[in-house]
């Protein structure tokens, strides 16, 4: 008996043995794998800091005669009456004589409302019709405000606000639909007056940056009134919902395209897509962060490849340095396919805009980015007029007065360490 335990004790060290000598060449491979993944994720924190570093030292300055833009007038189109705008202070100036106008209620939505001169006139206006009796109703998101101070974001109690955080339960933070902004901007007069497009609240956008905005005056208003009340609703308290229905129309020469997190619809992206699939001779768009998915990536190389003239106008630096890398990383690919690229200079670019064939038009606040696209909330407006679709034109060749095209012989012969970093900035995509 006392063999036979021996025999069993020294089987199990054997065992024992060969299972330690067995473990170092599994703990040796994950060990590996677990410095290259630092490694890695080291080299895009390098990266990352050093671009944040410039970002800082960086600073945007329109050039001394100003960037160029156009002044245009209304375009017909059935029972509306459309306006693009190109120019900050021209658009708040037809927004705040609208307001002052206002008899019944104003709806105002933005997605960052700045404590400077243009956000102050904006609430002093506001409260002006408030107090005359108008029904005032503002909603702005919180995280797109984080740096305005609390005292300006409180408004006179005759102003309904609703602040939008998606995080209102401690268990919402498991819900990633949660995460998403009210990236939205809008204002709605009397429900026959609305404005929609790329413009947030504040001084430098009046004069600095360059954005587009859409001024709608008729029947299509409505559809901006309610689709301003449906998101009031869903989010306000029951008591102070909005009960005003403005009855929408099916109108084939304008639709309204709204990205709902919540509820996982994203019709923005299909529209784009549905878009450019259709279209036959040129693609004019204009994005202040062109980091679109394969698909609308796809969509548009094989435009580019049937003989349609694609064109890319995009901020040569943007506000965020991070997606102008991440941005470039596609341009290889993009300019193989023959798609044009154009960095906008010195100004920062903003709009989100397209034009298509000279009858198609897209203006709203959705960037072609993961967030916009299956992320935020979202609001675009499209348009089938050719009237329109020649002044999106005309806007985009006076923008492109002020951009450089990206050509493919110089872009393939940038430094190694640039080339690099845009690889290695790659993956970061999916979240910006």
């Given at each position: 008996?006392?063999?036979?335990?021996?025999?069993?004790?020294?089987?199990?060290?054997?065992?024992?043995?060969?299972?330690?000598?067995?473990?170092?060449?599994?703990?040796?491979?994950?060990?590996?794998?677990?410095?290259?993944?630092?490694?890695?994720?080291?080299?895009?924190?390098?990266?990352?800091?050093?671009?944040?570093?410039?970002?800082?030292?960086?600073?945007?300055?329109?050039?001394?005669?100003?960037?160029?833009?156009?002044?245009?007038?209304?375009?017909?189109?059935?029972?509306?009456?459309?306006?693009?705008?190109?120019?900050?202070?021209?658009?708040?100036?037809?927004?705040?004589?609208?307001?002052?106008?206002?008899?019944?209620?104003?709806?105002?939505?933005?997605?960052?409302?700045?404590?400077?001169?243009?956000?102050?006139?904006f609430k002093e206006h506001l409260a002006a019709k408030?107090?005359?009796?108008?029904?005032?109703?503002?909603?702005?998101?919180?995280?797109?405000?984080?740096?305005?101070?609390?005292?300006?974001?409180?408004?006179?109690?005759?102003?309904?606000?609703?602040?939008?955080?998606?995080?209102?339960?401690?268990?919402?933070?498991?819900?990633?639909?949660?995460?998403?902004?009210?990236?939205?901007?809008?204002?709605?007069?009397?429900?026959?007056?609305?404005?929609?497009?790329?413009?947030?609240?504040?001084?430098?956008?009046?004069?600095?940056?360059?954005?587009t905005h859409l001024c709608v005056r008729g029947p299509?208003?409505?559809?901006?009134?309610?689709?301003?009340?449906?998101?009031?609703?869903?989010?306000?308290?029951?008591?102070?919902?909005?009960?005003?229905?403005?009855?929408?129309?099916?109108?084939?020469?304008?639709?309204?395209?709204?990205?709902?997190?919540?509820?996982?619809?994203?019709?923005?992206?299909?529209?784009?897509?549905?878009?450019?699939?259709?279209?036959?001779?040129?693609?004019?768009?204009?994005?202040?962060?062109?980091?679109?998915?394969?698909?609308?990536?796809?969509?548009?190389?094989?435009?580019?490849?049937?003989?349609?003239?694609?064109?890319?106008?995009?901020?040569?630096?943007?506000?965020?340095?991070?997606?102008?890398?991440?941005?470039?990383?596609?341009?290889?690919?993009?300019?193989?396919?023959?798609?044009?690229?154009?960095?906008?200079?010195?100004?920062?670019?903003?709009?989100?805009?397209?034009?298509?064939?000279?009858?198609?038009?897209?203006?709203?606040?959705?960037?072609?980015?993961?967030?916009?696209?299956?992320?935020?909330?979202?609001?675009?407006?499209?348009?089938?007029?050719?009237?329109?679709?020649?002044?999106?034109?005309?806007?985009?060749?006076?923008?492109?007065?002020?951009?450089?095209?990206?050509?493919?012989?110089?872009?393939?012969?940038?430094?190694?360490?640039?080339?690099?970093?845009?690889?290695?900035?790659?993956?970061?995509?999916?979240?910006?």
């Amino acid at each position: 008996m006392r063999n036979n335990h021996n025999a069993m004790r020294n089987n199990h060290n054997v065992v024992r043995g060969q299972l330690w000598l067995r473990r170092p060449r599994f703990s040796s491979v994950w060990r590996a794998v677990l410095y290259l993944v630092g490694a890695f994720v080291g080299a895009q924190a390098l990266v990352v800091i050093g671009l944040s570093v410039v970002a800082r030292r960086r600073r945007f300055r329109s050039p001394e005669a100003g960037f160029p833009y156009l002044r245009l007038g209304e375009v017909r189109l059935g029972e509306n009456q459309l306006q693009l705008f190109s120019y900050g202070q021209d658009l708040y100036e037809a927004m705040l004589a609208a307001i002052d106008g206002a008899r019944e209620c104003i709806y105002l939505e933005s997605f960052i409302w700045k404590d400077d001169g243009v956000g102050r006139t904006f609430k002093e206006h506001l409260a002006a019709k408030a107090a005359e009796g108008v029904n005032v109703y503002v909603i702005f998101d919180i995280f797109g405000n984080l740096v305005v101070p609390r005292a300006f974001k409180r408004f006179p109690s005759s102003i309904r606000v609703l602040q939008f955080w998606g995080l209102r339960r401690p268990w919402h933070l498991l819900d990633p639909r949660r995460y998403a902004v009210d990236h939205r901007k809008l204002l709605v007069v009397d429900s026959h007056i609305g404005f929609i497009g790329g413009y947030n609240l504040g001084s430098l956008y009046a004069t600095e940056w360059r954005d587009t905005h859409l001024c709608v005056r008729g029947p299509a208003a409505m559809d901006l009134a309610q689709s301003f009340v449906d998101f009031w609703n869903r989010f306000c308290r029951k008591s102070n919902r909005i009960t005003t229905y403005y009855p929408r129309s099916f109108d084939p020469t304008i639709a309204l395209h709204t990205n709902d997190s919540m509820r996982l619809t994203f019709p923005i992206r299909d529209m784009y897509i549905g878009a450019i699939d259709r279209a036959q001779r040129q693609i004019l768009l204009t994005n202040a962060y062109f980091i679109p998915d394969h698909i609308l990536l796809e969509a548009l190389e094989a435009a580019a490849q049937r003989g349609v003239d694609v064109q890319v106008l995009l901020p040569q630096s943007s506000n965020h340095i991070l997606a102008d890398w991440a941005a470039r990383g596609y341009f290889t690919r993009c300019l193989a396919a023959g798609i044009r690229i154009f960095g906008y200079q010195q100004a920062m670019i903003h709009a989100k805009t397209c034009t298509i064939d000279g009858q198609w038009s897209t203006i709203g606040t959705a960037n072609l980015d993961r967030l916009s696209s299956v992320g935020n909330y979202e609001i675009n407006i499209e348009i089938y007029s050719e009237e329109l679709a020649h002044e999106m034109e005309a806007l985009f060749t006076c923008d492109k007065t002020n951009a450089i095209e990206v050509a493919a012989e110089r872009w393939g012969i940038r430094p190694w360490y640039v080339k690099m970093s845009e690889r290695l900035l790659s993956p970061l995509r999916v979240g910006l």
